[in-house]
């Protein structure tokens, strides 16, 4: 955990991040790759991914006992490398750690043929966190421009699994002017999911 480049696993609020990708699903107006290279003074660019076997060797150096949870988070989409995240939820689960995952929740879009919200849970996944991101389509499409139509209404039905599933979700908006904060709060009430807000570092 250095604050070089690459950053894989890094530290704050007494959890442990990771970082496995810079990939993403969507482009967001918001994201924090168009105004820095990360966070916490964090390098998160990747000149290339950490493989599964190399991530685990870097947690294996780590005493887990320090952390409250594990967050699968960083500059990109962890659900990209669904596989990496299954098999890393897994490791850190048999060791007794809350494993988190922060998503766009384009799952059924990247992968129809699976059944991702039991898979997570399989692995032992407690918290699903979804950027909710807006009250209706029209005005996802226009802050996150997804990579695929139908995006809004795939990420609430991967939202609906979750919470059939069992794992605990949580939808989350950033607070900008063209969100509407009670509608989208009206929204993870219908969901029986928890709701956050999240404020807007970049330029205005
Ligand atoms: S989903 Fe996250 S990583 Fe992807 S563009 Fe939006 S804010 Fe950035």
Same mark, same amino acid.
């Given at each position: 955990?250095?604050?070089?480049?690459?950053?894989? *696993?890094?530290?704050?609020?007494?959890?442990?991040?990771?970082?496995?990708?810079?990939?993403?699903? @969507?482009? +967001?107006?918001?994201?924090?790759?168009?105004?820095?290279?990360?966070?916490?003074?964090?390098?998160?660019?990747?000149? &290339? =991914?950490?493989?599964?076997?190399?991530?685990?060797?870097?947690?294996?150096?780590?005493? #887990?006992?320090?952390?409250? =949870?594990?967050?699968?988070?960083?500059?990109?989409?962890?659900?990209?490398?669904?596989? !990496?995240?299954?098999?890393?939820?897994?490791?850190?689960?048999?060791? %007794?750690?809350?494993?988190?995952?922060?998503?766009?929740?384009?799952a059924r879009i990247l992968y129809p043929d699976r059944?991702?919200?039991? !898979?997570? @849970?399989?692995?032992?996944?407690? *918290?699903?966190?979804?950027? #909710?991101?807006?009250?209706? !389509? =029209?005005?996802?499409?226009? #802050?996150?421009?997804?990579?695929?139509?139908?995006?809004?209404?795939k990420?609430?039905?991967?939202?609906? !699994? *979750?919470?059939?599933?069992?794992?605990?979700?949580?939808?989350?908006?950033?607070?900008?002017?063209?969100?509407?904060?009670?509608?989208? &709060? =009206? *929204?993870?009430?219908?969901? +029986? @999911?928890?709701? &956050?807000?999240?404020?807007?570092? %970049?330029?205005?």
């Amino acid at each position: 955990m250095n604050k070089g480049n690459d950053t894989i *696993i890094y530290t704050a609020h007494e959890n442990l991040y990771l970082n496995i990708t810079n990939r993403c699903t @969507a482009e +967001c107006v918001f994201c924090i790759k168009r105004y820095s290279d990360g966070v916490y003074g964090y390098n998160l660019r990747l000149s &290339r =991914e950490p493989t599964l076997s190399g991530i685990i060797n870097e947690l294996s150096k780590i005493d #887990l006992s320090q952390y409250k =949870e594990v967050v699968f988070t960083g500059l990109g989409e962890p659900l990209v490398r669904l596989d !990496e995240v299954l098999g890393i939820t897994k490791w850190l689960t048999t060791r %007794g750690m809350q494993v988190r995952l922060d998503t766009i929740g384009h799952a059924r879009i990247l992968y129809p043929d699976r059944n991702v919200a039991k !898979e997570l @849970a399989d692995a032992g996944m407690k *918290i699903v966190s979804i950027s #909710l991101n807006a009250q209706d !389509e =029209e005005t996802y499409n226009r #802050l996150c421009s997804p990579k695929s139509r139908n995006s809004y209404i795939k990420m609430l039905e991967f939202a609906r !699994e *979750i919470f059939d599933a069992g794992m605990e979700l949580r939808f989350s908006v950033v607070n900008l002017p063209v969100v509407d904060i009670e509608k989208c &709060r =009206e *929204i993870a009430k219908g969901y +029986c @999911a928890d709701f &956050r807000v999240r404020g807007y570092g %970049g330029p205005v």
